[in-house]
């Protein structure tokens, strides 16, 4: 039996911040909500995302705080159109986050764009939609 995921854990520097770009700009649902820890219900199956102070998450790993630019990751959302895709994005960067990338045209015919929450992770937004 394969181990299953039950969340993504994002370290943020601002929690408070954090909170509100993911709960009002992208509108997902909070599970728990303590003082040092939130999570986000993504849908019925899906893994939870979890935001913890950065500084805690890296004392609980054992590891350095220190690090920026590209971490390796970046996280996708695809909703029904190219529609949605812009619509996605202007709430990102109205709650607090940047575009990376301006939505385009893709080369396979799809339609997408990056933009970055408040602490620096990407998120691809797509639709194969025409």
Do not use: C
């Not at 994005?89 to 301006?102: F, L, Q, T, Y």
Request: charged residues 20%; negative net charge.
């Amino acid at each position: 039996m394969s181990p299953q995921v039950s969340a993504i854990m994002l370290g943020v520097e601002d929690l408070a911040r954090a909170k509100k770009f993911y709960a009002e700009g992208l509108g997902f649902t909070i599970d728990k909500d303590t003082r040092n820890f939130v999570s986000f219900s993504l849908g019925e199956g899906s893994p939870q995302l979890a935001l913890y102070e950065w500084e805690a998450a890296a004392r609980d790993a054992g590891v350095s705080a220190e690090g920026s630019g590209f971490r390796g990751a970046s996280f996708h959302i695809n909703p029904d159109s190219r529609e949605l895709v812009d619509e996605t994005i202007r709430n990102a960067v109205a709650a607090g986050g940047s575009v990376v990338k301006e939505a385009a045209a893709a080369r396979w015919g799809g339609y997408y764009g990056y933009f970055s929450d408040p602490d620096g992770y990407l998120w691809k937004v797509t639709t194969s939609a025409s």
